[in-house]
Antibody
Framework: QVQLQESGPGPMKPSETLSLTCAVS??????????WSWIRQPPGKGLEWIGY???????NYNPSLKSRVTMSVATSKNQFSLKLTSVTAADTAVYYC?????????????WGQGTLVTVSS | EIVLTQSPGTLSLSPGERAILSCRASQSVSNYYLTWYQQKPGQAPSLLIYGASSRATGIPDRFSGSGSGTDFTLTISRLEPEDFAVYYC??????????FGQGTRLEIK
């Protein structure tokens, strides 16, 4: 059974850089069959896709966030990461990592439990 | 950018009733890339229907998906207490861009 677990910062202040890591167990980030994704959900609101990364390091980002987002993958640690620069209160959300199979409609079949990131001055 | 509009925003029904949830795309999309999720309070979304009509592993057959082009439907034939949740549709296009509908809240009447 694949499991994903997000880890990240406590409360953040505006203008800081958000760094999150997703540890994968029961599967390998080096598998060529999956993309590894980040999705966020502001409190009480809907879902927003942030981007995804392939084990080769190839990435695709949501154009609305592209200028502030960087994703990376650490195959030796079986984990992948998200950096979001210059955060504001609008970046307050639960951040999820998820697995996206490449050949099954590009949806998200396994999700982490999510981690709440609060940005406040 | 394809916009997904879900309706209704909130649906109030009783256990045992049938629920019909709609997801409308701003332009025609491929069934292959249309997905439905269920999200319960305090939990991550979970995969429900992929390819517009295929149930994910372990999903009971009271859940069904249908539609094509711009109009897609999630039907729950007989509501169980555990089905009351928020439902999202999602689409992938080749930009690549992944978008979600705003969600339909299914609540107990």
């Amino acid at each position: 059974q694949v499991q994903l677990q997000e880890s990240g910062p406590g409360p953040m202040k505006p203008s800081e850089t958000l760094s999150l890591t997703c540890a994968v167990s029961g599967g390998s980030v080096s598998s060529g069959s999956y993309y590894w994704s980040w999705i966020r959900q502001p409190p009480g609101k809907g879902l927003e896709w942030i981007g995804y990364i392939f084990y080769t390091g190839s990435t695709n980002y949501n154009p609305s966030l592209k200028s502030r987002v960087t994703m990376s993958v650490a195959t030796s640690k079986n984990q992948f990461s998200l950096k979001l620069t210059s955060v504001t209160a609008a970046d307050t959300a639960v951040y999820y990592c998820a697995r996206m199979p490449r050949y099954s409609g590009n949806n998200f079949d396994y999700w982490g439990q999510g981690t709440l990131v609060t940005v406040s001055s | 950018e394809i916009v997904l509009t879900q309706s209704p925003g909130t649906l109030s029904l009783s256990p045992g009733e049938r629920a019909i949830l709609s997801c409308r795309a701003s332009q025609s999309v491929s069934n292959y890339y249309l997905t439905w999720y269920q999200q319960k309070p305090g939990q991550a979304p979970s995969l429900l229907i992929y390819g517009a009509s295929s149930r994910a592993t372990g999903i009971p057959d009271r859940f069904s998906g249908s539609g094509s082009g711009t109009d897609f439907t999630l039907t729950i034939s007989r509501l169980e207490p555990e089905d009351f949740a928020v439902y999202y549709c999602q689409h992938y296009d080749s930009s690549p861009l992944i978008t979600f509908g705003q969600g339909t809240r299914l609540e107990i009447k």
